[in-house]
């Protein structure tokens, strides 16, 4: 079955360092999603993306589709305390939206 | 607008027993998912609903069954509970009708602990 795998699994970083997560697909996804969980929390949409090689920006965060529409990445630059949480990408399986596949999350530490 | 809302928060059961885990969408969302999160890990999906018609499956036993009522609020059901269903329970729902079409706003979740 489709597998959705994310490195690194954990990231501790200084407060002010940027901070990168890394999603593969072992299959073609039709579109991305990112989320957030903060610690105790539930999962928190971020963005969607949609097209080959898109480029999304909030703020300080920035999100890239890859070409082959397999891969995905999540780039914090300067990041904070707030920033803290589980990042997951999900995307949907085979078969269609409706059964989406969460990646294996990247665990983000951030030291003050 | 009200989130999504799910009940019971927490729940304790013994090995064998039946649980019933609620959820309310938000307004006006037609579309309602479940997933299972162990600690330590990614969501997994248990089950779609939309239009009160099941649209999605995951890897789950038969033990696992949902549906949805003409509110669009939904219920998920676990039959012959074991010591590895102790997990997370999340609820999900979403437009799909306008974009982004496909995000989903998840509840605050049912901690299911089974002894």
């Known amino acids: 079955g489709q597998q959705v795998m994310q490195i690194p699994q954990y990231q501790h970083v200084q407060e002010g360092e940027d901070f990168t997560t890394y999603c593969n697909s072992s299959?073609?996804?039709?579109?991305i999603q990112w989320y957030k969980q903060r610690p105790g929390g539930h999962p928190v949409f971020l963005i969607q993306?949609?097209?080959?090689?898109e480029v999304k920006k909030q703020k300080r965060l920035t999100f890239q589709f890859g070409e082959a529409k397999k891969n995905s990445s999540l780039h914090i630059t300067a990041t904070q305390t707030t920033d803290v949480g589980t990042y997951f990408c999900?995307?949907?399986?085979?078969?269609?939206?409706?059964?989406?596949?969460f990646g294996t999350g990247t665990k983000l530490q951030v030291i003050p | 607008d009200a989130g999504v809302t799910q009940s019971p928060t927490h729940l304790i059961k013994t090995r064998g027993q039946h649980v019933t885990l609620r959820c309310s969408p938000i307004?006006?969302?037609?579309?309602v998912s479940w997933y299972q999160q162990v600690l330590g890990q990614g969501p997994q999906f248990i089950f779609q609903?939309?239009?009160?018609?099941?649209?999605g499956r995951g890897n789950f036993p038969d033990r696992f069954s949902a549906r949805q009522f003409p509110n669009y609020s939904s219920e998920l059901n676990v039959n012959a509970l074991l010591l590895g269903d102790s997990a997370l329970y999340l609820c999900?729902?979403?437009?799909?009708?306008?974009?982004?079409?496909?995000?989903?706003?998840f509840g605050p979740g049912t901690r299911l602990t089974v002894l």
């Open positions: 993306l949609v097209k080959s090689g």
């Open positions: 999900a729902s979403s437009p799909i009708t306008v974009p982004p079409y496909n995000e989903q706003f």
């Open positions: 999900a995307g949907p399986g085979s078969g269609g939206y409706q059964k989406v596949t």
């Open positions: 299959t073609t996804l039709s579109n």
């Open positions: 307004s006006g969302h037609k579309s």
């Open positions: 609903y939309y239009e009160k018609e099941e649209r």
